[in-house]
């Protein structure tokens, strides 16, 4: 959009949607405060990371309604009411104490998470920016790791200071007070009339498919198969690794400040693949994450040794939050833009047996033997066969296939 109207609109936007996607960040805080409340509440790790599974089953199968909402109602008005819930679940974390009150504040948490996530904010991005659009998802996607790497220190802080019961209130009265303001007074909607005149990228004349022809093609399902193996290893890592760094005897201050700069690497690896996005092909970029992923989880066989820990942090931050840039670009890729929310959607379910299954896979390996080698070795594997299935995906519109056919 070239028009210097649109040009002040689509910044604005831009920074709306980075500000509600570091709410996305407040998630940190439950594993880099893991150690205070199993502590205060004498629960076991299996008990803790147990609590997890029905916010990730709320964010997995609100991801499709999620989608189809953003299209109907707009991002606007799905972004603030995704801010409000976050407010008001951090509000009642800071006073719960037993497993069921937990189990129903996650609720809350998963449907603000999955309100504010990749669905609502690729679709009012990918809109309001045809050129250097990669770049522009890298910006907004920021959010999650600027608020990640804040709030993981604030809280710790305030934790050490106070409690961590404090810690998660002053959370949930910053997200009324920043969050939702910067929903309803910055973030606008593509008017109507200009979105279904182009309905689809106008850099690219060719159909795009809908979510039914989109669920038919081998393409949807192995990009389901990567998303479900990242959430498998990424939500594992995100729970244990403050844990599996204090169990080798660092500091639990050092430890968070470990896994603060992994969150905070983010903001580096979104703009660069970002931009690097805008000059690659969409299967060059994807390629090149989950390359980086791969590694990041060989390196992670050689920890607890100090000497490899800056190279695990480094290669894990950077490839795991620069997946949400290379995702709904290698989406709009395959299927086109028209529908691409509602496909990443569907395809978000992944994260419902992923995102479940791999902390408490780990959880269980450890409890089990006493050490995290065993699910280790296994993510290093799942992530190279993710890696190697990429090489089949494909642009499934009917132009694409009859002119790779010919």
């Keep these: 959009?070239?028009?210097?109207?649109?040009?002040?609109?689509?910044?604005?936007?831009?920074?709306?949607?980075?500000?509600?996607?570091?709410?996305?960040?407040?998630?940190?805080?439950?594993?880099?405060?893991?150690?205070?409340?199993?502590?205060?509440?004498?629960?076991?790790?299996?008990?803790?990371?147990?609590?997890?599974?029905?916010?990730?089953?709320?964010?997995?199968?609100?991801?499709?309604?999620?989608?189809?909402?953003?299209?109907?109602?707009?991002?606007?008005?799905?972004?603030?009411?995704?801010a409000g819930l976050l407010g008001v679940a951090f509000v009642l974390l800071s006073s719960f104490d037993s497993l069921w009150q937990l189990y129903g504040i996650v609720l809350l948490m998963g449907l603000a998470v999955a309100g504010l996530g990749d669905v609502s904010v690729s679709h009012v991005v990918s809109r309001w920016f045809q050129r250097r659009r990669g770049l522009a998802l890298g910006i907004a996607f920021t959010g999650s790791n600027i608020g990640g790497f804040l709030v993981t220190r604030f809280s710790g802080a305030v934790a050490e200071v106070e409690s961590w019961r404090l810690a998660f209130l002053a959370m949930g009265l910053l997200a009324f007070a920043v969050l939702v303001p910067a929903a309803l007074w910055l973030v606008r909607d593509v008017p109507r009339a200009e979105s279904e005149a182009t309905p689809n990228d106008p850099r690219d004349p060719r159909e795009s498919l809908d979510a039914r022809a989109a669920v038919r093609t081998r393409s949807f399902w192995i990009l389901a198969f990567g998303l479900f193996v990242f959430f498998f290893y990424f939500m594992a890592l995100l729970e244990h690794l403050v844990l599996?760094?204090?169990?080798?005897?660092?500091?639990?201050?050092?430890?968070?400040?470990?896994?603060?700069?992994?969150?905070?690497?983010?903001?580096?690896?979104?703009?660069?693949?970002?931009?690097?996005?805008?000059?690659?092909?969409?299967?060059a970029s994807i390629g090149l994450d989950f390359a980086l992923v791969a590694v990041s989880s060989a390196i992670l066989l050689w920890l607890p040794n100090a000497s490899w820990l800056p190279w695990f942090i480094a290669?894990?931050?950077?490839?795991t939050a620069a997946r949400d840039v290379v995702y709904p670009l290698i989406v709009s890729f395959?299927?086109?833009?028209?529908?691409?929310?509602?496909?990443?959607?569907?395809?978000?379910?992944?994260?419902?047996?992923?995102?479940?299954?791999?902390?408490?896979?780990?959880?269980?390996?450890?409890?089990?033997?006493?050490?995290?080698?065993?699910?280790f070795a296994c993510f290093a594997v799942l992530n190279t066969i993710a890696l190697a299935s990429l090489a089949f995906v494909r642009d499934e519109r009917p132009a694409a296939r009859k002119t790779a056919a010919s």
Excluded at 245 to 274: C, Q, V, Y
Excluded at 366 to 373: E, I, K, L, Q, V
Aim: glycine share 12%; proline share 5%; hydrophobic share 50%.
């Design 1 to 82: 959009m070239n028009h210097p109207v649109h040009r002040r609109r689509a910044l604005g936007v831009l920074l709306g949607v980075l500000i509600c996607q570091m709410g996305l960040g407040y998630g940190y805080t439950l594993s880099a405060l893991a150690g205070d409340i199993l502590t205060e509440l004498d629960w076991s790790r299996v008990t803790y990371s147990g609590a997890r599974a029905p916010q990730i089953f709320v964010i997995a199968l609100a991801s499709p309604l999620v989608g189809a909402a953003t299209v109907r109602f707009g991002s606007r008005r799905i972004l603030a009411c995704a």
């Design 315 to 319: 290669s894990y931050g950077f490839a």
């Design 244 to 283: 599996f760094l204090t169990d080798h005897g660092m500091p639990a201050s050092e430890a968070r400040n470990w896994f603060g700069w992994a969150i905070g690497l983010g903001f580096f690896s979104k703009i660069t693949l970002g931009w690097l996005a805008d000059r690659l092909a969409p299967r």
């Design 334 to 375: 395959c299927f086109g833009l028209r529908y691409m929310a509602e496909i990443y959607g569907l395809m978000m379910v992944a994260l419902l047996p992923g995102g479940i299954l791999g902390p408490l896979f780990a959880a269980a390996v450890f409890d089990a033997t006493g050490s995290y080698a065993p699910a």
